[in-house]
Nanobody
Framework: QVQLVESGGGLVQPGGSLRLSCAAS????????MGWYRQAPGKQRELAAT???????NYADSVKGRFTISTDSAKKTVYLQMNSLKPEDTAVYYC??????????????WGQGTQVTVSS
């Protein structure tokens, strides 16, 4: 009933930029928080950035000053602008949404993931 569809990943050189997008669709009543998590090979999934419906943001220390998270509430879309990318940013990036459906279920939902590779 709820889908999160990510786009914007790819291969970029160190120092480059990418913009990820994630659009939520389905039987959505309210979105409380959206965010991006990432998982590098052999590592656990970790927080990159989140943003609440009120606009409060939270960033991992490793991305502060380089990544910017934003939303378009009308489009139910969250963006992650990634600048000054480093090889250690290489990971699969997953979109996450904390939302309630019209059937009154509040839950965490995940996208399928998009690969970001930073390499020369």
């Amino acid at each position: 009933q709820v889908q999160l569809v990510e786009s914007g990943g790819g291969l970029v050189q160190p120092g480059g930029s990418l913009r990820l997008s994630c659009a939520a669709s389905g039987n959505i009543f309210n979105i409380y928080r959206m965010g991006w998590y990432r998982q590098a090979p052999g590592k656990q999934r970790e927080l990159a950035a989140t943003i609440t419906s009120g606009g409060s943001t939270n960033y991992a220390d490793s991305v502060k000053g380089r990544f910017t998270i934003s939303t378009d509430s009308a489009k139910k879309t969250v963006y992650l602008q990634m600048n000054s990318l480093k090889p250690e940013d290489t990971a699969v990036y997953y979109c996450n949404a904390d939302l309630r459906t019209y059937s009154s279920l509040r839950n965490d939902y995940w996208g399928q993931g998009t690969q970001v590779t930073v390499s020369s």
